[in-house]
Nanobody, 113 residues
Framework: QVQLVQSGGGVVQAGGSLRLSCAAS????????MGWYRQAPGKQRELVAT???????VYEDSVKGRFTISRDNAKNTVYLQMTSLKPEDTAVYYC???????WGQGTQVTVAS
């Protein structure tokens, strides 16, 4: 059974940093493309960062230079380091095994101005 369990998130002032974690079980993160998505109130869920099986990373334009996706194969965990946070980054963030139906439970990130 594949599970993705998220941790991290919370409330931070604009300009601050947060790190999200996504611990996988039942599969190896190193064998999958993994992604972080977010969904703000009234908006569609969007893909903000991807790490491929080969370790390449891709970012949505609004987070380039501020967010970093990484993977720790030994811990079977994917991370999203978020810096220089803005109020518009406020959303529920989800991790996902790209191409599959497996999602994390979601975690709220709130950036106060």
């Amino acid at each position: 059974q594949v599970q993705l369990v998220q941790s991290g998130g919370g409330v931070v002032q604009a300009g601050g940093s947060l790190r999200l974690s996504c611990a996988a079980s039942g599969t190896d993160v190193s064998r999958n493309a993994m992604g972080w998505y977010r969904q703000a109130p009234g908006k569609q869920r969007e893909l903000v960062a991807t790490v491929t099986r080969e370790g390449n990373t891709v970012y949505e334009d609004s987070v380039k230079g501020r967010f970093t996706i990484s993977r720790d194969n030994a811990k079977n965990t994917v991370y999203l380091q978020m810096t220089s946070l803005k109020p518009e980054d406020t959303a529920v963030y989800y991790c996902r095994i790209i191409g599959y139906i497996y999602w994390g439970q979601g975690t709220q990130v709130t950036v106060a101005s």
